[in-house]
């Protein structure tokens, strides 16, 4: 199987049932040493290319992860960007908001947390969070201090809102946004979460929450229809990635990644005819200290 970016992107304005939208495809590999042949290949192309970007300094690029547990949001950005320098990138994790955090507006802490120029951010998890678990479970959105006439259906509408203006505003300002859903089966995690259990290097990974959030699946599969649907965009598009085989979900999110840095047309910083006499000068120094 040839890897289509459009077949995973959801487009501006679909209404999405995930139930349609399948969690195994046909693999793009066909044994575990093309896996690793194929991932090698993408892992040198994308460090080659953060080098460009890193140089050119004129774009930045956010990665969001979003996925229900065991999902391997984990893994994939270990894997995928294992060759990137860390120099020109950074990793941030958003769990339970601080009180400091929660006396801010929802989008405070993320922003904090924006890639620079020349540099890709990756977040595992963000401020998605504030339409999907904060749906899921409404005590959530009450501690959060806000007035009661906010309280109401149409928050949900009005973060959605809020969201897609911040992400036109990035990307009007030169930051490339790119979301991923990593699309596990209830089966498939069952399956994982059970593994989580049985191997002992894997237990530190699993707790009793993990199986109270399972309980709510139908809700959140509710949550996610909903927020791809209103937050999908041409300048900030969802890509619903197949996650029940962990290395094909590796190969197809690397492959967007690599996409989408080509399309940015980046070139290397030109050196001037006045920068060109000062190194030949400066070679010409070096030579004569041999």
Request: glycine fraction near 4%; charge should be positive.
């Amino acid at each position: 199987m040839k890897i289509t970016v459009k077949d995973f992107q959801v487009p501006e304005g679909e209404k999405v049932k995930l139930d349609k939208w399948p969690t195994l495809v046909e693999a793009v590999y066909k044994s575990k040493k093309k896996y690793h042949k194929i991932l090698e290949a993408h892992v040198q192309e994308l460090s080659s290319l953060q080098r460009l970007h890193y140089a050119s300094n004129r774009y930045a690029v956010l990665l969001i992860f979003q996925a229900m547990d065991a999902a391997g949001k984990d893994g994939a950005i270990r894997h995928v960007m294992s060759g990137v320098n860390p120099q020109g990138c950074q990793v941030f994790s958003f769990k339970h908001p601080s009180a400091t955090e929660l006396d801010h507006d929802f989008l405070w802490r993320t922003s904090q947390c924006l890639p620079e120029r020349g540099r890709i951010g990756i977040f595992n998890r963000s401020y998605y969070e504030e339409v999907l678990i904060a749906r899921v479970h409404p005590e959530i959105l009450r501690s959060q201090g806000l007035p009661d006439e906010l309280l109401n259906k149409s928050i949900w509408r009005q973060r959605y809102h809020s969201i897609v203006d911040l992400e036109n505003h990035l990307y009007r300002n030169g930051t490339r946004i790119i979301k991923f859903f990593l699309h596990l089966s209830e089966e498939e995690q069952r399956k994982r979460f059970l593994d989580r259990i049985d191997e002992p290097e894997k237990n530190w990974k699993f707790s009793v929450a993990d199986i109270e959030e399972r309980s709510f699946w139908k809700q959140y599969m509710q949550a996610y229809e909903t927020c791809l649907s209103a937050t999908s965009t041409k300048n900030a598009p969802w890509y619903v990635v197949p996650a029940d085989d962990k290395k094909n979900t590796r190969l197809i999110i690397s492959q967007i990644i690599l996409d989408t840095f080509k399309a940015l047309n980046m070139n290397y910083p030109e050196t001037s005819l006045k920068r060109q006499r000062e190194l030949l000068a400066i070679r010409k120094q070096l030579e004569q200290q041999a």
